[in-house]
C-alpha cells in the first residue's frame, strides 16, 4: 500500500468515527469529496484547519463558537432572566433553530448516570448555581432530553434549585403533525398528563 493510499484508508477511518457515518458511509463520503476536489475538499480543508485552530467553548454558557464569551451571553436583549438548561450544545442550537426562546442558556455537559460514573461534578452544576446567583436569573428552564438519565438530571437540578428560583421544564407530548398510533405509549402518557383546558 502506497502512502496516498494509506492517506485515503486513514481519512476513511477518521470520517467512520462521526456520528451517524459507518465504514461504507465514511467511504462514499470521501470518494465524493475526491471526485469534487476543487469544488468540496479543498475549501473543506481549510474550513476544518480554521475552525480547529479558533473554536472555543464559551466560558460562561458552554456553548461552542470563535470567542471566549459567545454572542448569546453577550447580548443584552437576551438578559431577561431566564437561563434554560440543556444536555449538550447541539440541545442548544435546536432551541436556537426553532427561534422561540430569547433568554440565554447553560450547558450541563451531558447528564447524571450512575452506571456510567456521572456525578454531579462531572456536569456543569455547580457553575449553574453561580450564576443564578451572580446574574439575576428569575427562571430556569430544564430542557432535558425524556430519558431516564435526563430526568433524573431534571429532578436533581429542581432539587438543588428549590427556593432559590422558579424551576420549570418542557412540556412533553404529542407533536405537532403527530397521529397518536405512531407514538409510545410514554409520550401518549406525559401529552394526557399535561393536557390543558381547550
Not at 33 to 44: N, S, Y
Not at 51 to 75: H, M
Not at 143 to 171: F, P
Amino acid at each position: 500500500m502506497n502512502d496516498a493510499t494509506r492517506d485515503i484508508e486513514a481519512l476513511i477511518e477518521l470520517m467512520a468515527r462521526l456520528p451517524g457515518l459507518g465504514p461504507r458511509s465514511a467511504r462514499r463520503a470521501v470518494l465524493h469529496m475526491i471526485k469534487k476536489r476543487a469544488l468540496l475538499m479543498i475549501p473543506l480543508a481549510d474550513v476544518l484547519q480554521n475552525v480547529a485552530a479558533s473554536a472555543r467553548e464559551c466560558l460562561t454558557c458552554g456553548n461552542v463558537g470563535t470567542t471566549d464569551i459567545c454572542d448569546i451571553c453577550t447580548s443584552e436583549k437576551r438578559a431577561t432572566g431566564e437561563l434554560c438548561v440543556v444536555e449538550d450544545v447541539a440541545d442548544l442550537w435546536a432551541m436556537e433553530r426553532a427561534g422561540a426562546f430569547k433568554g440565554r442558556y447553560h450547558v450541563l455537559g451531558g447528564t447524571l448516570s450512575a452506571l456510567d460514573g456521572v456525578g454531579p461534578e462531572d456536569l456543569s452544576i455547580p457553575r449553574l448555581r453561580d450564576r443564578i446567583a451572580d446574574e439575576n436569573i428569575t427562571e430556569v428552564i430544564l430542557a432535558l432530553n425524556a430519558t431516564v438519565d435526563g430526568q433524573t438530571t431534571a429532578h436533581y437540578i429542581a432539587d438543588a434549585l428549590e427556593g432559590r428560583v422558579t424551576v420549570t421544564t418542557l412540556a412533553q407530548g404529542v407533536p405537532i403533525g403527530g397521529e397518536l398510533d405512531y407514538l409510545d405509549d410514554g409520550t401518549i402518557s406525559a401529552a394526557l398528563r399535561a393536557r390543558k383546558s381547550f
